[in-house]
């Protein structure tokens, strides 16, 4: 992998959504909030950038680390009172494109798709109700 970033498309900001804006010339770390009026621009001047889903993204939604390679990163969640099932994430690159693959009781494949970014993880995740 060779870039850690990628510019997004304006389309792809919601409420809460991380990303990075340089302020004199150095990165800081934001929120999308209703009230952010100069996103385009911002944009427009690549001032705005966003972090490739990593290791930690996905670690710091309960998933432990079963084992990595040249191939891929494997993670697991075991079952809690909330999640009732055993699921399994894979995280592959395409480039600098991570793809990930989630799997549920080692049958069910719910997603094999590109997820770019924490917040698209998050969204998956919430959305298959995990």
């Given amino acids: 992998m060779k870039n850690s970033h990628y510019t997004p498309s304006y389309d792809s900001f919601h409420e809460g959504f991380n990303f990075q804006k340089l302020e004199d010339g150095k990165w800081e770390n934001y929120f999308a909030e209703f009230n952010n009026v100069n996103l385009k621009e911002d944009l427009e001047n ?3 950038r966003v972090e490739y889903l990593k290791v930690d993204d996905i670690l710091n939604q309960g ?3 079963k084992s990595e390679s040249k191939n891929g990163t494997e993670f ?8 009732k099932d055993d699921v399994f994430l894979y995280m592959t690159h395409v480039g600098d494109e991570p ?10 494949l719910l997603v094999d ?3 770019k970014n924490c917040n698209e993880l998050e969204f998956v995740l919430n959305r298959l109700n995990l």
Wanted: charged share 20%; net charge positive; proline share 4%.
């Fill in 99 to 108: 793809f990930v693959s989630i799997v549920k009781n080692g049958q069910s």
């Fill in 113 to 115: 798709m590109n997820i």
């Fill in 46 to 48: 690549n001032n705005i």
């Fill in 76 to 83: 697991y969640r075991i079952p809690d009172l909330r999640n």
């Fill in 63 to 65: 998933f432990k680390l």
